[in-house]
């Protein structure tokens, strides 16, 4: 069982920029995939961005150019730069690992965009 624990979220003018974080618990097999997921109100979950273990990434279209995805997999830890953020971007959003065996989705974080 893998436990993830993200961070970062809240509420920020449009232009600006938040950081997201999200810490797994050691997995007994190796995380394949790290990824951002967001929902925003009545709306389906989407992605916004995901990265392999050996560093190749993948942006939704809204997203490129803002938004940037690391991840140490040391740490087991996958990071979300948002930057330039528009009132558009406000969602909860959720940090999604994937392993052999199953996927794994953290509790969410609400970011929220607004003046």
């Known amino acids: 069982q893998v436990q993830l624990v993200e961070s970062g979220g809240g509420l920020v003018q449009p232009g600006g920029s938040l950081r997201l974080s999200c810490a797994a618990s050691?997995?007994?097999?190796?995380?394949?995939?790290m990824g951002w997921y967001r929902q925003a109100p009545g709306k389906q979950r989407e992605v916004v961005a995901t990265i392999t273990r050996g560093g190749s990434t993948n942006y939704a279209d809204s997203v490129k150019g803002r938004f940037t995805i690391s991840r140490d997999n040391a740490e087991n830890t996958v990071n979300l730069q948002m930057n330039s953020l528009k009132p558009e971007d406000t969602a909860v959003y959720y940090c999604k690992v994937s392993t052999v065996i199953r996927d794994y989705w953290g509790q969410g974080t609400q970011i929220t965009v607004s003046s």
């Open positions: 050691r997995s007994s097999f190796a995380i394949n995939r």
